[in-house]
């Protein structure tokens, strides 16, 4: 870590208490997040650097934010690997390479994660952000996915924010992308500062000056500064202490930090003024031969004491270049403000040939003065080159700078909606930096780009009926203006709005003549397509919905498609998982979200919950459970609360399979908050009373199903949505033949078999639906016939060993009530070994009565070796059974090998094994 300058310090004693304590966590391998909150320039920072510099054996990563760098993706992260040895991170191909714009957070958050893990075999890891409400968004997000996965790492993250950037907040829909990232993570500690006491003000000034200062001077000095640190120091460097003392001294009214700092500055000889002012046009850490040439003095490091001792900057020795800036951000704007505009202009023009071509932009323009045309023009053609480039944050920036150097109005107006334009159509749209510019927006003159992006604000915000009248009148709008591009996107954006509400004839008469037109941009195209398969899938099925993509040529299989049709990828394997086709559905699903370049925006965190019932369709449970874990991390740090609660749900249905109670409950809790809060789709309260619903199947309570089931029956089609089907058809026609509602049952045993005629993962379902119900009526040859011939469909693409297992169940019971044991006890034990196989505990429980009641006892209780397991040791359990090494499982499920190790660790004693071997033994028996 760089070495800064050495802090005095005072106060804080209960917050370095806390702090220590979750140094002292992490050391023994519970990670923590630290979250410090305050004012500005209340001590935030400082307190950090004394608890580094308590630190021993830490490995320290470090961050800067600053608002000038949020336009660079993953800059933060960058930053954190920068001084990391190259032959460490060899291993870690996104660093050695660089990340660019269109890396995807998970797949850089996963990466960090494996770098975490190699540094913490050597020492435990601290990661610092500083003022993390600065990072960019795609830092933050990684950072997010990061830190859901420290289960068990040596391994502290501190974070700073100033005060009105809190982590508490009344909902996530109104939450930035860091506070979304605190609402995700276990074991946060909370850390406010405010200012000094007196005692601590009196502390202050001795350790300063050596004086002791008199307890009523230091009362009104810390009235004065309301016990602000950075004023304090401020008011102490330019005043005596026996000056303070003088109870008839009288501060400077009114009192400022600002004033202040101006007169701390006024002080320095010339020189190092001169430099403190480079500094503060610089803004940003600089080697120091680079401020002492924009200074234009000859020897900058004899300039630098003064400053360096009246606390104005910092400087960090050790590094070659000798880097230093300008201490804190409240005494560089001071500094800054206090220049008169020729001299900063001239300063401003003079750094231009220091810096890199991206930072000479921001001097440019800061030099200008006035209105530039030339200049305006020049920063909308690099803003062109950085959209194609896929840096949509920059090429904002630099349009927004060009708007401010504009002539005319229109000018002004075109380029401020196109800059909003690109961060709205981003991958994964900057939320915080769009809603920003929402009034600069409405100021704007009326135009069919200004009413289409208001649109999607309502869009957003879930004000559906204003959304749908301003596309309109967007549409309408564009027209007259001749804007043929602003045109196709608002009926894209309109089309894709009225697919998602089923309002399907609506939608593809927008997308249609969008998609035969062409001339969209790439991303609108994509988006139309996917509209109108939706439009099909709701309309005729999840088949239908293929020959839609069948249009855009996309490469078949997944790894031929490229980076660019991600998301196109993503809807075939979605559409594919629907209709049945299982491993298709896999193959899309895992291969597209797996790369870290796809280009697949708002549909990974769809794609992620997808593939998690993919995987909980094929028998992958493990993985499913993982993928879900990875779904909940990407909608949080994303805001998607209907994708939020898509993941929780199928991680309750996974938690209630395996029996573990108390995690589906919270699964299911956090899923129907998602769904209570969310402005989404009416047709997503399917996902918290399936969770519900699979719960009370798993607890074997056909009373309990059949009230959460309740809504459904009221809405016999589930409105149009395939998945639902697909959910709630088997669940229907169980609850409803337990419950004796037999003329119902048979009605949805009739819909479930004409879906499962085109659907061959339903087949199974079908058949023992068909068999349960024949048993309620009393046809036993009948339920046979049904059970043998689904048992006899070939296990193939779209088989599903759950139901596989439950139909071999329901056919063992019914041959051992007929006295047919021989057979029975086979069917039994096939379908105990397939949900032993699965940790599905509580159906194999419900087997192992049925095979005592046969006399076939099993040697020890079903699962009841696993059932001792939590989630995540049971995940972690079976994938090393399967043969894999602690590494591999670590790629696996996105955490570090040490993860994997300190859960084997508790599995071995629980399952009371000594090896590897040993646990393939005893999973495989239960």
């Not at 992620?608 to 499913?624: I, K, P, T, V």
Request: hydrophobic residues 45%; charged residues 25%; glycine residues 6%.
């Amino acid at each position: 870590m760089d070495s800064p300058n050495a802090d005095s310090f005072v106060g804080r004693e209960a917050e370095i208490a806390l702090l220590r304590q979750a140094v002292h966590d992490a050391r023994s391998g519970v990670p923590s997040v630290a979250v410090i909150t305050g004012d500005a320039g209340i001590g935030k920072t400082a307190l950090v650097r004394r608890a580094l510099r308590d630190l021993e054996g830490f490995t320290v990563l470090y961050a800067w934010c600053d608002a000038s760098e949020r336009d660079w993706a993953f800059g933060a992260i960058e930053q954190l690997v920068r001084r990391i040895e190259p032959r460490t991170l060899k291993d870690f191909p996104l660093f050695v390479q660089g990340v660019d714009s269109t890396t995807a957070p998970m797949a850089v958050g996963a990466e960090l994660i494996g770098l975490l893990g190699t540094l913490e075999e050597t020492n435990p890891v601290v990661i610092v952000v500083d003022d993390v409400p600065l990072a960019d968004e795609a830092s933050v997000k990684a950072l997010g996915f990061v830190l859901r996965r420290l289960w068990a790492d040596r391994v502290l993250v501190i974070l700073t924010a100033r005060s009105g950037a809190g982590p508490a907040t009344p909902s996530l829909d109104d939450a930035t992308a860091w506070q979304r990232l605190i609402r995700a993570v276990e074991h946060t500690q909370l850390i406010h500062l405010t200012g000094l006491d007196t005692d601590d003000v009196i502390h202050l000034t001795a350790e300063l000056s050596g004086e002791t200062l008199p307890l009523p001077a230091a009362q009104r000095l810390c009235r004065h500064t309301g016990g602000h640190p950075l004023y304090l120091r401020s008011v102490l460097t330019t005043t005596e202490p026996s000056r303070l003392a003088d109870p008839g001294y009288t501060f400077a009214v009114p009192g400022s930090l600002t004033a202040t700092v101006r007169s701390v500055l006024n002080g320095l000889p010339p020189e190092s003024r001169a430099l403190v002012e480079a500094l503060s046009v610089l803004d940003a850490r600089v080697p120091l031969a680079w401020a002492g040439a924009l200074a234009d003095i000859e020897d900058p490091a004899q300039a630098l004491e003064p400053a360096l001792a009246d606390g104005l900057v910092r400087w960090w020795p050790t590094d070659p270049s000798c880097p230093v800036q300008i201490d804190h951000a409240l005494q560089r704007d001071a500094v800054y403000q206090a220049l008169p505009p020729p001299q900063r202009q001239a300063l401003h023009r003079a750094a231009v040939p220091l810096v890199n071509k991206d930072a000479a932009w921001a001097h440019r323009v800061a030099a200008a003065g006035s209105a530039d045309p030339e200049l305006a023009r020049e920063l909308e053609q690099e803003a062109h080159r950085k959209a194609a480039a896929d840096h949509a944050d920059r090429a904002a920036t630099l349009l927004l700078w060009a708007a401010e150097l504009s002539t005319t109005r229109a000018e002004v107006e075109r380029r401020l909606l196109t800059a909003t334009m690109h961060l709205s159509y981003m991958p994964t749209y900057d939320r915080d930096r769009t809603a920003a510019l929402r009034e600069a927006v409405e100021r704007c003159a009326p135009s069919a780009l200004r009413t289409c992006l208001l649109a999607r604000y309502a869009h957003w915000r879930g004000e559906l009926p204003t959304a749908e009248r301003l596309y309109h009148e967007a549409i309408e709008q564009a027209h007259t203006e001749g804007a043929e591009l602003v045109e196709a996107v608002a009926r894209v954006n309109l089309g894709t709005m009225y697919a998602l509400l089923v309002r399907c004839e609506e939608a593809a008469q927008l997308l249609r003549p969008a998609v035969q037109q062409g001339g969209l941009d790439p991303r609108a195209a994509i988006e139309a397509y996917w509209g109108l398969a939706c439009c099909k899938a709701f309309l005729e099925g999840p088949k239908a919905a293929l020959t839609v993509l069948e249009q855009t040529h996309l490469p078949d299989p997944a790894d031929k498609v490229p980076d660019e049709q991600g998301m196109l990828a993503v809807c075939r394997g979605v559409f594919r998982e629907q209709s049945g086709d299982l491993r298709r559905a896999l193959d899309d699903l895992s291969t597209t979200l797996g790369r870290p370049r796809a280009r697949v925006g708002y549909m990974r965190t769809a794609g992620l919950s997808y593939l998690a019932d993919c995987q909980y369709q094929l028998g992958l449970w493990d993985q499913a459970a993982g993928t879900a874990d990875q779904a909940m991390t990407v909608a949080v740090a994303d805001g998607a609360l209907p994708a939020a609660a898509r993941a929780h749900s199928i991680a309750c249905v996974l938690a209630a399979g395996r029996g573990h109670w108390a995690a589906a409950r919270e699964h299911l809790r956090t899923c129907q908050q998602w769904v209570q809060g969310a402005a989404a789709p009416e047709r997503d309260w399917v996902y918290p009373v399936r969770a519900e619903a699979a719960l009370a199947q798993a607890q074997d309570d056909s009373e309990a199903l059949y009230r959460v089931l309740e809504p459904v029956f009221a809405r016999p089609t589930a409105g149009a949505y395939i998945a639902a089907k697909m959910w709630f058809l088997p669940l229907e026609v169980e609850a409803l033949t337990d419950t004796g509602h037999l003329p119902a049952a048979e009605r949805t045993l009739e819909r479930l078999q004409a879906l499962a005629a085109d659907m061959v993962s339903l087949r199974l379902a079908a058949a023992r639906a068909a068999g349960q119900l024949a048993e309620a009526h009393g046809l036993p040859d009948a339920a046979r016939e049904a059970y043998e011939t689904g048992l006899a469909q070939p296990s193939g693409e779209g088989d599903v060993p759950f139901h596989r297992a439950r139909l071999e169940h329901a056919l063992g019971r019914l041959l051992l009530a007929s006295g047919d044991k021989p057979r029975a006890l086979e069917q039994l034990n096939s379908a105990h070994e397939r949900f032993g196989a699965l940790g599905a505990a509580p159906f194999a429980e419900r087997v192992a009565r049925d095979l005592d009641a046969g006399g076939d006892h099993l040697a020890t209780g079903p699962a009841s070796a696993t059932t001792a397991l939590t989630d995540r040791e049971q995940t972690i359990a079976r994938l090393v059974a399967t043969g894999l090494t602690n590494g591999e499982v670590a790629r696996e499920l996105f955490v570090s090998p040490k993860t994997v190790e300190y859960h084997l660790a508790h599995v071995f004693t629980k399952l009371g094994v000594a090896s590897r071997r040993e646990l393939r033994t005893t999973l495989s028996s239960h």
